[in-house]
């Protein structure tokens, strides 16, 4: 098997990336951020120690994208093209990111600073959250059947305004589901 093209300690501040598609290729230690990716294209690519934070992502399409130890703070993924979208992300500072309306099944987050994101309306049935920080993420008319949240913390959502369905969670973080009733658990 051949090894990825890549693109390798670039800071693209200033100048930017190509615009155009992108497939089968690793993109390392770059610094994208605030940089406009409307119309882009990546289809089974790897991005890896990049900094995408407050990029500009109009109909950009990420198809089968990994993700790993990234910084992609304030990022608008519900503006992505919803055409075929599928990512994977490890390691990630995701902090006030929206996925609003999005369909994710499967998605795994995977040690992952998820703090103040947005899933409003999003499909993440069959979606992994592993040793995910869920503090202050909105869930509201989110679908997370079958969603595993066993070893995630700090979440607290709503199984009345949520589809939570065979969703797993954890006997120690299960008071995030109760969170509303201002009650105490011991």
């Known amino acids: 098997m051949s090894e990825l093209p890549s693109f390798v300690d ?20 770059c610094k994208l951020s605030s940089q406009d990716l409307s119309n882009y294209i990546f289809r089974n690519c790897i991005f890896e120690q990049c900094d995408l934070s407050l990029c500009v992502l109009h109909n950009t399409i990420f198809n089968e994208i990994t993700f790993l130890d990234c910084k ?12 075929l979208i599928s990512m994977e992300f490890q390691n990630c500072n995701l902090k006030l990111t929206s996925f609003a309306a999005l369909k994710l099944k ?17 499909d993440l049935s069959q979606a992994l959250f592993e040793n995910c920080n869920l503090d202050r993420v909105l869930f509201a008319n989110t679908i997370l059947n079958k969603a595993d949240f066993r070893t995630s913390y700090n979440y607290s959502l709503d199984p009345e ?21 201002d009650i105490i658990i011991e």
């Open 10 to 29: 670039e800071v693209l501040i200033k100048t930017k990336l190509v615009k155009g598609e992108y497939e089968d290729c690793r993109i390392r230690n």
């Open 72 to 83: 992609l703070l304030g990022l608008h993924f519900e503006n992505c093209s919803e055409f």
């Open 106 to 122: 499967n998605t795994k987050f995977i040690n992952c600073d998820l703090s103040e994101s947005d899933f409003t309306r999003t």
């Open 161 to 181: 305004i949520n589809r939570i369905k065979k969703a797993r969670f954890s006997n120690d973080q299960v008071q995030g589901l109760l969170s509303k009733y």
